[in-house]
């Protein structure tokens, strides 16, 4: 989180086009561009995974027994 708020402070003040620092407009750019693409095509393709329950509890409890023991 610093060393986002230090890339987007300027180079110079006054800041002039020569010294103007373009990072805040790519860190806005980006997410700006994630949204939008999710709006247009992942909102229709992407789905939220369903829950299916497991139907072999021999297999899961081996794995539970060894991830408390850890």
């Given at each position: 989180?610093?060393v986002?708020?230090?890339?987007?402070l300027?180079q110079?003040?006054?800041?002039t086009i020569?010294t103007?620092?373009y990072?805040?407009?790519?860190?806005?750019a980006?997410?700006a561009l994630?949204?939008a693409?999710?709006?247009?095509?992942?909102?229709?393709?992407c789905g939220?995974p369903?829950?299916?329950p497991?139907?072999?509890?021999?297999?899961?409890e081996?794995?539970?027994?060894?991830?408390?023991?850890?």
């Amino acid at each position: 989180m610093v060393v986002t708020m230090l890339f987007c402070l300027p180079q110079a003040w006054p800041s002039t086009i020569d010294t103007f620092n373009y990072a805040p407009l790519a860190l806005g750019a980006v997410p700006a561009l994630a949204d939008a693409l999710w709006a247009a095509e992942g909102r229709r393709t992407c789905g939220v995974p369903e829950r299916r329950p497991c139907r072999d509890r021999n297999l899961i409890e081996p794995v539970e027994r060894q991830l408390l023991q850890t």
